[in-house]
């Protein structure tokens, strides 16, 4: 792999790419010096720890993927189907086209310390608190026929995170094919009323 990247940011590359591949307790800090071409004294003046790097990693791949699905959803227009269907698309996009980062955000909650899991507890409760409104909207409004909208609301969340486990890049799928795909799977589970936009 060829970095461009220098400093703070080759660190926190080489770190994801090493959480990816060998989870967050089995990467040294000399793993990740490795991998971001500096030595393991020179990453201290970068990051106190790894746990910095894991906490920083995880709180930009929430922070991202509210700001797209958030941006996607007030592009959509005011209408709970068409919302929940840009949302949709806007997280399985993500989790695709950014399945290294989507995929040690999602399983490594589980080796953050009690102050880096109260932050990416708080971010996730946001996302999950986005999808949870536009159901129970959906339901409130008639669009919606789910008499569970608050585990439908989790399922679509599941649905995505559990995407990066299984995709890959040069699969038979391109995000665009699978974000389609389970915008038509959402609109099954919430039993929506409108016409699937995929």
């Not at 999602?106 to 953050?112: A, H, M, P, Q, T």
């Not at 995709?167 to 009323?193: F, K």
Request: proline fraction near 4%.
């Amino acid at each position: 792999m060829v970095r461009t990247t220098t400093g703070r940011d080759a660190v926190l590359d080489a770190a994801l790419d090493r959480f990816e591949r060998l989870g967050y307790h089995g990467t040294t800090m000399r793993d990740i010096a490795h991998g971001a071409g500096l030595t393991v004294a020179s990453i201290y003046s970068h990051f106190p720890s790894k746990q910095q790097m894991l906490q920083d990693i995880m709180v930009r791949v929430l922070s991202d993927a509210l700001a797209l699905t958030r941006s996607a959803v007030l592009r959509a227009g005011p209408g709970p189907h068409d919302q929940l269907s840009a949302l949709m698309h806007a997280w399985l996009l993500f989790h695709t086209e950014r399945r290294a980062e989507a995929l040690v955000g999602g399983s490594e909650i589980r080796s953050l310390d009690e102050h880096g899991r109260r932050l990416i507890v708080a971010l996730r409760d946001e996302q999950e608190a986005m999808f949870r409104d536009i159901v129970l909207r959906g339901v409130e409004d008639g669009v919606f026929a789910t008499p569970y909208p608050e585990d439908a609301a989790r399922a679509l969340i599941a649905m995505g995170t559990a995407v990066p486990s299984w995709y890959r890049p040069d699969g038979a799928l391109s995000p665009e094919q699978v974000a389609l795909r389970y915008v038509r799977l959402a609109a099954g589970t919430v039993e929506s009323q409108g016409s699937s936009r995929a």
